[in-house]
């Protein structure tokens, strides 16, 4: 059988999301976080400029800018790398296609504001669209395949999506979709039918008449990514996705959903060593959603997510502040978080893990300490196994040794809402000095073996499992 670019590439990305270090002795997780901390490095470039201007781009917010960036990126990349700088300005574009070894540095005062028109985003490019991969629309700032590259800065980054553009493709009234409008629904389901179908990815074609709206930021298949500094607003949907990338860092982002529709904030999908710190969400979903492909597709591509790190970020508004799925097939695996924050009444988990039998996959080395969470609407801790499908399916979800330490919360109706199912217990879960404030209402807790507590209370009472 003849080998495919595309089967090494696969291969290779699989070869090395193995743990390439012995693991650390039982009771120790954060030695394996420090490892994982250290060996991530963000890549560094030439202090060549490339301001766009200088290839006919103008910041006067009308004029349309597409080509400027694509001159000043490819020039770059043919030098050798370096910074293509967006000054002090409005400008107005479609697509931006980073190349290897290329920061896309926009200064303070600068604003990157993109195209509402869909044709700005053609032609149609691969990428993975909730879980399953597809060609559709082009993320507004996409690599494929690129290694070293970087978007920083101290600007903005508007995708200028409201509720006149982009979001009514959800098909929520509230968020501007009315009786006799296009919608995401058909499309949708046809690509994830074509996902369990396994068929080829390159005939699965979107775009124009479909209604998938597509990311925001998306590196595809690549090595060595920085995403630093900048202010995120007016995303279509999934805010910062690097999907199949190796060594990522997303650092000092502050994320606005604006009220948007399956807006979340950082979503690394079946990628290995991931630094996420010093960030600010205020999304329209998940805060941090960990994914790694949805169904017959996840596990055809068949990547964990794995060697996640999580530190000193603020989660003011969201669904889920730390969130591990849902189209979670691939698996996750050490997964760190600690030093965060987070409090909203709209805020329904602080940490939140959601699978099915549908999804399947196995989540593993889960670790939380030092949190402090002032509101939630729901509880503080929910792991379900009741999400969408939830028993519906022959694909036994697996979760195993999860420790939460030292979490600290004001309100919240339930503390805890841990449920399996009848065949796929939840396992090996821990909460160590953990103190939950302010809860009007009981523990749920539903097929779990291995639960323990230590020194941990609600309301000022200690509490044991049940």
Sequence with gaps: MKTTRRALLLASVTAAAAPAFALPAPGDPWAMADAIRRRIRAPSFPARRFPITDYGAVGDGATDCTDGFRQAIAA???????????????????????????DLHIEDG???????????????????????????????????????????????????SSAEYWWPWKGRADIGWREG???????????????????????????????????????????????????????????????????????????????????????PESCTDVLIEDCIFNTGDDCIAIKAGRNGDGRRTATPSQNIIIRNCQMRDGHGALTVGSEISGGVRYVFAEHCEMSSPNLDHAIRIKNNATRGGDLEHLYFRDIRVGQVAHAVVTIDFNYEEGAEGGFTPILHDMLVERIASGASPHALDLQGLPNAQISDVVLKDCDFAGVTGDNIIRYVEGLR??????????ITPS
């Design 76 to 102: 770059c990349n043919a030098a050798g790398g370096g910074h293509v700088v967006v000054p002090r300005g409005d400008w107005t574009t479609g697509a931006i296609h980073l190349k290897s070894h290329v």
């Design 110 to 160: 600068g604003a990157i504001r993109f195209s509402r028109d869909p044709a700005a985003y053609l032609p149609l490019v691969y990428t993975r669209w909730e879980g399953v991969e597809c060609m559709n629309y082009s993320p507004f700032i996409y690599a494929f395949e690129q290694e070293n590259i970087a978007i920083t800065g101290a600007g903005i980054i508007d995708g200028r």
């Design 181 to 267: 409008m296009p919608k995401q629904d058909d499309a949708r389901a046809r690509l994830f039918q074509m996902g369990d179908a396994n068929v080829p990815v390159a005939q699965r074609t979107f775009g124009d008449g479909s209604y998938l709206r597509p990311q925001f930021i998306q590196p595809y298949r690549c090595r060595n990514v920085l995403i630093e500094g900048v202010t995120l607003m007016g995303a279509p949907m999934w805010q910062v996705h690097p999907v199949l990338c190796q060594n990522v860092t997303v650092r000092g982002l502050t994320i606005n959903g604006g009220g948007g529709p399956n807006t979340d904030g950082c979503d």
């Design 453 to 462: 507590f230590d020194n941990v209370r609600v309301n000022g009472q200690r």
